[in-house]
């Protein structure tokens, strides 16, 4: 949990890409617990060794000094649009947890012997919430990354860790892996094409103007 917070909102964007491989080895560890050594393995090779180079690859666009990598970001959205944001994540976990405990009470894993179910909620929650609040495209794609892992711990509660359901999170893995590939493709064309303003909100341009 720690490492997706510091993967989430750490401000220096080549570090938080670093905390994500933390966190993928993390998770690699998740499913070791919950008796998924296969998948902790597909979890170790698709997150650390084909994920985070597409994170890298992204990065390496920008020269050691562009202002298109700022070694910190700071956040520039009004505070009652990033409350609401917020509040909005928040019922969502709360929404999730209730239907984890109310509608599905036949889970393959119960909730309460496996805490890393409510862990995969607030993971989700909170990448929901960073999603929303930042604006750089490369912390988007963290953020839908780490959002991806929450899923896939929810799946495994629902489906559970047999042959089937390991198959199952791991295409989604792999789906994952190349949705990555492709947005980060896609950050180095937008970069080449529009310049660093591309990469950020709409509003960025006109701010950089005042």
């Given at each position: 949990?720690?490492?997706?917070?510091?993967?989430?909102?750490?401000?220096?964007?080549?570090?938080?890409?670093?905390?994500?491989?933390?966190?993928?080895?993390?998770?690699?560890?998740?499913?070791?617990?919950?008796?998924?050594?296969?998948?902790?393995?597909?979890?170790?090779?698709?997150?650390?060794?084909?994920?985070?180079?597409?994170?890298?690859?992204?990065?390496?666009?920008?020269?050691?000094?562009?202002?298109?990598?700022?070694?910190?970001?700071?956040?520039?959205?009004?505070?009652?649009?990033?409350?609401?944001?917020?509040?909005?994540?928040?019922?969502?976990?709360?929404?999730?947890?209730?239907?984890?405990?109310?509608?599905?009470?036949?889970?393959?894993?119960?909730?309460?012997?496996?805490?890393l179910?409510?862990?995969?909620?607030?993971?989700?929650?909170?990448?929901?919430?960073?999603?929303?609040?930042?604006?750089?495209?490369?912390?988007?794609?963290?953020?839908?990354?780490?959002?991806?892992?929450?899923?896939?711990?929810?799946?495994?509660?629902m489906?559970?860790?047999?042959?089937?359901?390991?198959?199952?999170?791991?295409?989604?893995?792999?789906?994952?892996?190349?949705?990555?590939?492709?947005?980060a493709l896609?950050?180095?064309?937008?970069?080449?094409?529009?310049?660093?303003?591309?990469?950020?909100?709409?509003?960025?341009?006109?701010?950089?103007?005042?």
């Amino acid at each position: 949990m720690t490492t997706a917070l510091l993967c989430l909102f750490d401000r220096h964007l080549v570090r938080a890409c670093c905390c994500f491989g933390v966190f993928t080895l993390s998770m690699a560890l998740a499913w070791l617990t919950l008796g998924a050594p296969w998948l902790a393995i597909a979890e170790a090779i698709i997150g650390a060794l084909l994920t985070v180079p597409c994170f890298f690859y992204a990065l390496g666009i920008f020269p050691a000094s562009s202002s298109a990598l700022p070694r910190y970001d700071h956040f520039k959205e009004p505070l009652t649009r990033g409350m609401t944001r917020t509040l909005l994540a928040l019922a969502w976990c709360v929404m999730v947890g209730t239907v984890i405990r109310f509608v599905l009470p036949a889970m393959v894993y119960s909730p309460l012997e496996h805490p890393l179910l409510f862990v995969g909620v607030v993971i989700v929650a909170t990448a929901m919430g960073a999603f929303a609040w930042h604006r750089h495209l490369l912390r988007r794609l963290l953020a839908f990354n780490v959002m991806g892992s929450g899923v896939f711990l929810l799946l495994a509660g629902m489906a559970g860790t047999s042959v089937q359901g390991q198959a199952l999170i791991t295409i989604g893995l792999v789906v994952a892996w190349l949705g990555s590939l492709l947005s980060a493709l896609l950050i180095r064309t937008l970069y080449l094409r529009e310049g660093p303003a591309a990469l950020l909100g709409a509003s960025e341009p006109q701010e950089s103007k005042q």
